[in-house]
C-alpha cells in the first residue's frame, strides 16, 4: 500500500533553513506528482507546493514562493522540501501526499504521511 | 486574490443528514476546480474523502458524497455517525499549478 514517511522536522531560529524528506514506497513513484501541505497550530490546512512526476514542473503557494523549494529524487523514491528564511507563521505540521493521477494529469492530494512539525522560535 | 468559503462549523444529530459547502469569495465553483474534500481529526493526518468533484476514495463509506450544488461544491453526510465529528477541508485548483483549501468546517454531532 502507499506509505509516506516525513522526516527533518525540528526547532530552527527565525531566517534559519530546514530540509524536509517525504520518503515514498507502495508504488512507482516517478509516476506522480507530489505536494506538500502544512497545517500551523490553531489553524486550517495550507497548500504549500507541487511537484511534477518528473520534476519539471514546480508550483508553490505565494507565502512561501521564494524561500522554499521543492524537489524530488526518483532513484530514491524521495520527495523534499527546503526551507529558508524561516519566519515564526512558518511553523507548522508538514505532510507530504501523493496526487491523485488518471493518466498524464494529476490532481489534488490523495494519499498523505504523517507530518513532521516545524518550529520556528528562538 | 480568490478565498475560498466554507462555514466555520456546523451541526447534525446522530443519523441526519448535512451538506457541507465549499464556495469562492469571487465567482462560482465548477468542476474545473476538482474540488476534493479531507477529514481531519486532532493529532491526525488528513483523511482524504472526495476527490474530482464526486470521485469516494477507497474505504470510504458510502454515506459520504460530493457534488456541485448551485454555485458550490459540497459534500453530503447522510445518517451522519458520532466518529464523523471532525473538521472537514476542500480544496480548489486555482489555475496555473496552484491549489488552495478552504478555512475548515467543524462538524459536530448532537
Known amino acids: 500500500q502507499v506509505q509516506l514517511v516525513e522526516s527533518g522536522g525540528g526547532v530552527v531560529q527565525p531566517g534559519g533553513s530546514l530540509r524536509l524528506s517525504c520518503a515514498a514506497s507502495?508504488?512507482?513513484?516517478?509516476?506522480?506528482?507530489l505536494h506538500w501541505v502544512r497545517r500551523a497550530p490553531g489553524k486550517g490546512l495550507e497548500w504549500v507546493a507541487v511537484?511534477?512526476?518528473?520534476?519539471?514542473?514546480?508550483y508553490y503557494a505565494a507565502s512561501v514562493k521564494g524561500r522554499f523549494t521543492i524537489s524530488r529524487d526518483n532513484s530514491k523514491n524521495t520527495l523534499y522540501l527546503q526551507l529558508s528564511s524561516l519566519r515564526a507563521e512558518d511553523t507548522a505540521v508538514y505532510y507530504c501526499?501523493?496526487?491523485?493521477?488518471?493518466?498524464?494529469?494529476?490532481?489534488?492530494?490523495?494519499?498523505w504521511g504523517q507530518g513532521t512539525l516545524v518550529t520556528v522560535s528562538s | 486574490q480568490t478565498v475560498v468559503t466554507q462555514e466555520p462549523s456546523f451541526s447534525v444529530s446522530p443519523g441526519g443528514t448535512v451538506t457541507l459547502t465549499c464556495g469562492l469569495s469571487?465567482?462560482?465553483?465548477?468542476?474545473?476546480?476538482?474540488p476534493s474534500w479531507y477529514q481531519q481529526t486532532p493529532g491526525q493526518a488528513p483523511r482524504t474523502l472526495i476527490y474530482?468533484?464526486?470521485s469516494r476514495s477507497s474505504g470510504v463509506p458510502d454515506r459520504f458524497s460530493g457534488s456541485i450544488l448551485g454555485n458550490k461544491a459540497a459534500l453530503t453526510i447522510t445518517g451522519a455517525q458520532a466518529d464523523d465529528e471532525s473538521t472537514y477541508y476542500c480544496?480548489?485548483?486555482?489555475?496555473?499549478?496552484?491549489?488552495?483549501f478552504g478555512g475548515g468546517t467543524k462538524l459536530t454531532v448532537l
Open positions: 501526499a501523493r496526487a491523485y493521477c488518471s493518466g498524464p494529469t494529476c490532481y489534488s492530494p490523495q494519499h
Open positions: 507502495g508504488f512507482t513513484f516517478s509516476s506522480y506528482a
Open positions: 511537484i511534477s512526476y518528473d520534476g519539471s514542473n514546480k
Open positions: 469571487s465567482g462560482s465553483v465548477s468542476t474545473s476546480y476538482y
Open positions: 474530482i468533484t464526486n
Open positions: 480544496v480548489l485548483y486555482m489555475g496555473s499549478g496552484i491549489w488552495v
